[in-house]
């Protein structure tokens, strides 16, 4: 039986990737450089702290990045995030029933977003990429979660919507659930076409 839920935050329970998009071809259109579209899952999907550093080696232009970055109006970014359908419905049928808690490599803006769509009071934890010493797919962050939610590996389930997030359940060996995009490409240990089909999913586990 299921006792514990980690939830990915990004294209898991809100719709990020066009806003984070946005900021990154604003950002190479700001440095002068070309958008690196070979690159662009890696931009929305790879943990926050530290990552300007692995894209930009050139000091000059780290530093411009940097200025860039700490300029950027995060209320614009986030006004334009949205709740994925049936998140809101499915965490507050949740709520009391399972203990939940948000596994995120997003950075300093994580709790921003979660206190923006009132959903601080459903978790008992919110890990993001500054959180702990090591972000996703490193075990330290579900070994932290499941000690906070005092559950285990037998209870406990990652719902995520990419690989970072089956490395992450991996990483300690509890299931993975991918819901959107990558579940229709057999992502994981259990696919589902949206949030919707998640609260039947964890009775049948």
């Known amino acids: 039986m299921i006792k514990a839920v980690v939830f990915d ?12 998009i946005k900021y990154f071809k604003l950002l190479y259109e700001h440095l002068g450089l070309p958008y690196p579209i070979e690159k662009q899952e ?3 999907t790879a943990p926050e702290k530290g990552f300007l ?19 950027f109006s995060v209320e614009d970014h986030i ?5 994925k359908d049936h998140a809101r419905e499915v965490i ?3 709520y009391g029933k399972y203990r939940m808690a948000v596994a995120t490599n997003r950075g300093e803006t994580t709790n921003r977003v979660v206190e923006h769509f009132n959903l601080t009071k459903y978790f008992e934890m919110v890990v993001s ?14 070994e932290t979660l499941m ?16 690989s970072v997030d089956v490395a992450t359940a991996d990483s300690v060996g509890v299931p993975s659930i991918i819901v959107g995009e990558y579940a229709r490409k057999g992502l994981g240990d259990y696919q589902l076409e949206s949030l919707a089909g998640l609260p039947e999913l964890l009775k049948s586990l």
């Open 147 to 162: 000690a906070k939610l005092e559950s285990d590996t037998s209870n406990t389930v990652m719902v995520g919507d990419s």
């Open 9 to 20: 935050l990004d294209e898991t329970l809100i719709n990020s990737k066009d806003s984070l």
């Open 129 to 142: 990429s500054r959180t702990l010493q090591h972000p996703k797919p490193h075990p330290i962050v579900l």
């Open 92 to 94: 507050e049928q949740f």
């Open 42 to 44: 890696l931009l929305y």
């Open 53 to 71: 550093e692995t894209l930009f080696g050139d000091e000059s232009t780290l530093h411009k990045a940097r200025d860039f970055r700490d300029s």
């Open 79 to 83: 006004a334009v995030i949205t709740l």
